[in-house]
């Protein structure tokens, strides 16, 4: 599978489970994230998504999306919403 396809994958579950997170807060997310910032999450994981599938990837050092550095500095490592945009945002700068 190509790198470009894995990160598809990983950004649509990333989107997915932002979404689950917005229909059904959980108090662990909401005591580490709000609302807004899932929202500005799931808009830059729809950017990244679209340059994707119109196969116009920016160059390496134009793809971060700055979710995994704010998660990785203020979230909980235990949680899996965490770690899901984390792998997404790796997957994408990795292509």
Same mark, same amino acid.
């Given at each position: 599978?190509?790198?470009?396809?894995?990160?598809?994958?990983?950004?649509?579950?990333?989107?997915?489970?932002?979404?689950?997170?917005?229909?059904?807060?959980?108090?662990?997310?909401?005591?580490?994230?709000?609302?807004?910032? =899932?929202?500005?999450?799931?808009?830059?994981?729809?950017?990244? =998504?679209?340059?994707?599938?119109?196969?116009?990837?920016?160059?390496?050092?134009?793809?971060?999306?700055?979710?995994?550095?704010?998660?990785?500095?203020?979230?909980?490592?235990?949680?899996?919403?965490?770690?899901? =945009?984390?792998?997404?945002?790796?997957?994408?700068?990795?292509?």
């Amino acid at each position: 599978m190509s790198r470009q396809n894995i990160a598809r994958r990983k950004i649509e579950q990333a989107i997915r489970a932002i979404d689950e997170a917005l229909h059904q807060p959980s108090i662990e997310i909401l005591s580490v994230t709000s609302v807004n910032q =899932l929202e500005h999450f799931k808009e830059r994981l729809l950017e990244a =998504l679209a340059k994707i599938m119109e196969d116009n990837v920016p160059d390496r050092e134009y793809r971060e999306l700055g979710i995994a550095k704010l998660i990785t500095d203020q979230w909980p490592y235990s949680l899996a919403l965490g770690a899901t =945009l984390v792998e997404a945002e790796q997957a994408y700068k990795a292509i």
